[in-house]
């Protein structure tokens, strides 16, 4: 979504980076880059405005003149002000005191309100709630539906009396929702309302009607963040016709400029509470203003990175495989394909290296990724009998051609799967025997190795004697003073000389 803005933003500070100071030509000619991007990215006018004149006040004063690196104070100031435009800090639902609380969603149709809907209810039941559908949206064909599907799929309930498509009062069903909540005992109730592809007196006035009949502790209004200035508009009159507590940003994923995100907060004063970032119930989370900043610097995201690994791997399989890589057991096929799904399970690999730090300089080879190269592996190796996991050498021409049959790839690909992953096997040893690596297991010799392996001896049979008759190491006369009683051999003292007279650090 913002990786035009993002390339834009790095360029403009890495000119920067060369300077040791910054002249008022140059924090005019930096802020003139940037209101440039942002305006290319399709952010609000009002909006550019406002955040360049932020910028250059705080460039002009002592924080950038009496920085070190005041090209690097201006990254974080432009970072620190992307952060206050998108919203400061992270904005949480707010739950009722009494349950069930009310979740009403509006906006566009097109937006994705129903299949926001669903993954709002996924994520709220995998936070430890007992959330409830509501089909309101009795006007477009199909909605109720689609949103029972995704119920089934979500594994919540869903309150769908009506069946749709033209047929029922949109408001009463609202209105009985709370009361089949409230028996049932749900403690959160999102209702999916009807929406139009453009703003008209009709859709305003049915969604004031269920706003007003179920009092909802928070609406939601869900922006499609792809359509541009037109966010603006949209938003305002929504704003004015239904009021909103919160914005949703849907497909986050596409190749739009972004400038919706940047606009909406600004113009309606409302955070953006949650996003959507793809066609799959798991793609949505909250919404945190200072790592969508950093990321639009290409600054990346590690701590979404931490928290989606978190959420996805299960903690006694990470342990049992870090134990096995620990005690230097042999690392199998099976081994590297449970953790190729484990990694699988976070995402598509593209998303999840665009949340390192610095990969925008490496877009195009990050577009290149094929999550589909993947499954051909994971397809290879179940094609292999659990022998040939357990060991790849005995993979002759006969077994690699059945297994590529097996498989639906070529001779060349298995060929090129085993090579690597021997090759990958004796780093990951050398890794556990701590060949180079600091602080890994067995990296110092067991007591018996050191037994077994005794005196070097030479090949040179006059070296090889003199090795066996070796004379004891001359001590210096000074002692037992660690490197200092070293001396060479062959060295001796002067006569008369007293060591004891000497200033050594520590005597007193």
């Not at 009494?98 to 994520?123: C, D, E, F, N, R």
């Not at 006007?139 to 769908?160: C, Y």
């Given at each position: 979504m913002f990786e035009t803005l993002s390339d834009r933003l790095t360029s403009v500070f890495s000119s920067l980076r060369s300077r040791g100071r910054l002249s008022e030509a140059d924090i005019d000619a930096t802020c003139r880059e940037i209101r440039i991007a942002l305006l290319e990215a399709d952010v609000a006018l009002p909006v550019v405005k406002a955040f360049i004149a932020r910028v250059k006040e705080r460039a002009r004063g002592a924080e950038v003149s009496q920085a070190l690196n005041?090209?690097?104070?201006?990254?974080?100031?432009?970072?620190?002000?992307?952060?206050?435009?998108?919203?400061?800090?992270?904005?949480?639902?707010?739950?009722?005191?009494?349950?069930?609380?009310?979740?009403?969603?509006?906006?566009?149709?097109?937006?994705?309100?129903?299949?926001?809907?669903?993954?709002?209810?996924?994520?709220?039941?995998?936070?430890?709630?007992?959330?409830?559908?509501?089909?309101?949206?009795?006007?477009?064909?199909?909605?109720?539906?689609?949103?029972?599907?995704?119920?089934?799929?979500?594994?919540?309930?869903?309150?769908?009396?009506?069946?749709?498509?033209?047929?029922g009062d949109p408001v009463a069903v609202a209105r009985q929702s709370i009361d089949h909540a409230k028996r049932k005992q749900y403690d959160v109730v999102i209702v999916d309302t009807a929406g139009r592809l453009g703003i008209d007196e009709e859709m305003m006035r049915q969604a004031a009607d269920i706003r007003d009949a179920i009092n909802p502790d928070e609406v939601l209004f869900v922006l499609d963040a792809m359509i541009g200035q037109d966010a603006v508009n949209t938003a305002r009159a929504f704003m004015e016709g239904v009021g909103f507590d919160g914005v949703v940003l849907t497909k986050l994923d596409g190749d739009a400029r972004g400038g919706a995100a940047l606009s909406v907060r600004q113009i309606t004063g409302r955070p953006i509470m949650f996003a959507s970032t793809g066609e799959k119930l798991e793609d949505f989370d909250v919404f945190h203003p200072d790592r969508m900043a950093s990321r639009i610097l290409d600054m990346g995201d590690i701590l979404t990175l931490i928290e989606q690994a978190q959420r996805t791997f299960d903690e006694r399989e990470a342990a049992k495989m870090a134990d096995k890589l620990a005690s230097g057991e042999s690392f199998t096929l099976d081994d590297f394909l449970e953790q190729m799904m484990m990694v699988r399970r976070l995402g598509p690999i593209k998303n999840l290296l665009a949340m390192m730090p610095g990969i925008g300089q490496f877009r195009d080879q990050l577009n290149q990724i094929d999550d589909r190269d993947l499954d051909r592996i994971a397809a290879i190796i179940r094609s292999m009998t659990p022998e040939e996991r357990r060991d790849p050498r005995i993979i002759n021409g006969s077994r690699r051609a059945r297994i590529a049959r097996g498989s639906g790839v070529s001779v060349s690909a298995v060929n090129n799967l085993v090579v690597r992953f021997l090759e990958w096997q004796k780093m990951m040893k050398r890794m556990t025997q701590g060949m180079g690596f600091p602080g890994m297991p067995g990296g110092r010799k067991s007591q018996k190795q050191k037994a077994k392996k005794g005196r070097r001896v030479s090949g040179d049979p006059r070296k090889a004697a003199l090795g066996k008759a070796a004379p004891p190491k001359r001590q210096g006369a000074l002692g037992n003073l660690g490197v200092l009683g070293q001396l060479p051999s062959g060295l001796d003292l002067p006569p008369g000389f007293d060591p004891s007279k000497l200033k050594l650090p520590g005597q007193n």
């Open positions: 005041p090209a690097q104070q201006v990254v974080k100031i432009v970072h620190d002000e992307l952060i206050e435009v998108l919203g400061g800090e992270t904005r949480r639902i707010r739950f009722a005191k009494t349950p069930p609380t009310v979740i009403m969603l509006a906006g566009l149709q097109g937006a994705g309100k129903t299949t926001l809907a669903g993954k709002l209810a996924k994520w709220l039941r995998d936070q430890g709630h007992a959330p409830l559908l509501v089909a309101c949206d009795l006007q477009r064909p199909n909605a109720v539906q689609q949103l029972t599907v995704l119920a089934e799929r979500a594994g919540v309930a869903i309150f769908a009396p009506e069946p749709g498509n033209g047929v």
